[in-house]
């Protein structure tokens, strides 16, 4: 199970639209909205907002979802192209179908290169180098 999917979202989604995309993911789910729906999906989006709503779950599930094969990137990009967001610990780069790429300093702590566009199925690895700081 693919907790991103489940919520329809991308790995960049924020606290809050993980909410919103679960209140909504419940209302299409509950029976008495949608008679064809069953009680297994809305366990599965209970867990995948419980995943997603837990830093160290959504990390440990991005982990495991990053080793899976995963697709081939259309380029490499390195993080100097990318414009960082102050104060929000991100990067951005426009995909050229208008869409963007981004990246946190949580993911690249933990070593993740493949990101996906936010609106089309394309995705880049960037390169960066993580630099420990002398205490």
């Not at 209970?46 to 599930?61: D, F, G, N, Q, W």
């Not at 991100?90 to 933990?110: D, F, K, L, P, Q």
């Amino acid at each position: 199970m693919n907790p991103y999917s489940l919520l329809n979202v991308d790995s960049g989604a924020s606290s809050a639209d993980i909410k919103t995309a679960y209140h909504r993911a419940l209302l299409t789910a509950h029976p008495d909205k949608n008679p064809q729906s069953s009680q297994t999906d809305v366990a599965a989006i209970k867990e995948a907002y419980r995943i997603l709503s837990t830093p160290s779950l959504r990390a440990k599930s991005d982990q495991e979802h990053s080793k899976r094969k995963g697709p081939r990137p259309a380029q490499v990009i390195s993080l100097t192209e990318f414009d960082e967001v102050e104060g929000d610990d991100s990067w951005v780069h426009s995909c050229r179908c208008g869409g963007i790429y981004i990246i946190t300093g949580a993911e690249m702590e933990r070593g993740l290169h493949l990101v996906p566009c936010t609106s089309c199925s394309e995705t880049v690895w960037i390169g960066y180098e993580l630099v420990e700081e002398d205490s």
